[in-house]
């Protein structure tokens, strides 16, 4: 059997995967689309010069968040006869809109011949990889195309670096002014990293460093090297770091501080846990299914509780053997319009009550006003963390979801929002 047949046949077996969706990361900042929404983040201008990385707050050349989930589900048809991988990949790249970083370390200039007939996006790039002797990630809003073993812990290592950003704070909430929790708000930020041809990854790296305000411990050890153009498009600090470091088989760690990284070798075997309550009477179908699809998992059993420690990649497909309901099988539905110019938000996080406010203050140019005195009569807590989820929505409808639940009645005039206990 062909490594292209083999690809096709593992595509059709196993169930859609939820691309670009972490199953771990319920407490993570997954997107934040609009340019107005981070554009604030940052006062540094980008670097002057012809040949000089650019992180924009958006481009409007490839997709973002549900936009480009749905891209990578989408059917398509392909034959290459004798392709050059490079251009093939560009070619795809600029047609789908979907961002495509090829590693270093895969020969962009091998010739490819395939057929491939009513697959998904994702799974044509998975079966090109397979060709080219590598496999795929789906990083952020990009697709990673580079050797197995790296390809395989990428989304794992990323979702190690942002937990870490959250469970920092996890012993410190405060109310809104909490300075981890706006560090953490501003890290998990999204910015684009954009760049010419014959870039060089240290010129990456201090872009990426100089924007969010970090300092790289241990630099000396990305080589020079020179790079064709490509773009990151809407990624977090530590994708944009990770997509880098990981092509010299580099990680990094945050300082204490959350201010700095050191570069680190990249984890040999980097594992996430998660648990599940299993429907009653599947105990032991779940329980078996899973072992004949990936026998080294060795999950832990307790009850109707099965914990998994695992990859991000095979925490989802247990998730999906386990709630099959929540696969999305279905189109996306149609979306109201929102007028042009109007600004919204899309993003999912468990944070303090406060840090959404600081950072809506800070980064959409909002003023909270309320009495603080009257809040605590009222048993309000700013620091009290809520979950706190939305979809293309506006500001208002951002308000509506966080304060209406927390027993808080507001009022928008312009960009002041005056916030009451709402009457009992």
């Not at 990673?144 to 990323?158: D, H, K, M």
């Not at 959404?356 to 605590?376: I, S």
């Amino acid at each position: 059997m062909t490594p292209l047949q083999q690809s096709l046949d593992t595509f059709r077996a196993r169930p859609k995967e939820r691309c670009g969706v972490t199953a771990g990361r319920v407490f993570l900042v997954a997107a934040v689309l609009q340019a107005s929404f981070l554009s604030q983040m940052a006062n540094a201008q980008p670097l002057s010069g012809p040949n000089t990385p650019i992180l924009a707050d958006t481009t409007p050349d490839f997709l973002t968040a549900r936009a480009f989930e749905d891209a990578l589900a989408e059917s398509m048809s392909l034959a290459w006869q004798g392709q050059n991988l490079r251009d093939g990949l560009r070619q795809l790249s600029e047609t789908k809109q979907v961002s495509i970083i090829l590693d270093r370390r895969i020969d962009p200039s091998q010739q490819l011949s395939l057929q491939v007939q009513n697959v998904t996006l994702q799974a044509l790039l998975k079966i090109i990889a397979t060709e080219a002797r590598a496999d795929i990630s789906i990083l952020g809003n990009a697709v990673y195309v580079g050797p197995a073993g790296i390809a395989s812990r990428l989304r794992t290592v990323e979702e190690i670096a942002a937990s870490q950003l959250v469970s920092a704070n996890a012993t410190t909430i405060s109310v809104d002014s909490s300075p981890a929790t706006r560090r953490s708000f501003e890290l998990l930020a999204r910015q684009t990293l954009n760049w010419p041809d014959l870039t060089t990854p240290r010129e990456l790296l201090d872009e990426v460093a100089r924007r969010y305000s970090l300092k790289i411990e241990s630099a000396n050890r990305v080589p020079h090297d020179l790079w064709g153009q490509a773009t990151l498009p809407s990624g977090t600090s530590s994708q944009l770091l990770l997509t880098i470091l990981a092509q010299f088989n580099l990680s990094f760690e945050w300082t204490a501080s959350r201010d700095g990284i050191r570069i680190v070798n990249m984890p040999v075997d980097p594992r996430i846990e998660k648990q599940f309550t299993l429907k009653r009477g599947t105990e032991q179908t779940i329980l078996a299914e899973i072992t004949r699809r990936m026998p080294g998992l060795k999950p832990q059993v307790t009850g109707r509780r099965i914990k998994v420690s695992g990859t991000v990649e095979q925490i989802e497909t247990v998730e999906a053997l386990i709630f099959p309901e929540r696969q999305p099988n279905n189109p996306r539905p149609n979306q109201r319009k929102v007028a042009d110019g109007v600004t919204t938000f899309t993003f999912k996080a468990t944070a303090p009550l406060g840090a959404f406010m600081a950072t809506l203050e800070k980064q959409a140019g909002f003023t909270f006003e309320y009495d603080e005195e009257t809040f605590k009569q009222a048993g309000i807590r700013l620091d009290k963390r809520i979950l706190l989820e939305a979809k293309e929505l506006t500001a208002e409808e951002v308000f509506e979801a966080m304060f209406p639940p927390q027993n808080i009645t507001y009022k928008v005039e312009g960009k002041t929002v005056r916030l009451s206990p709402a009457p009992r």
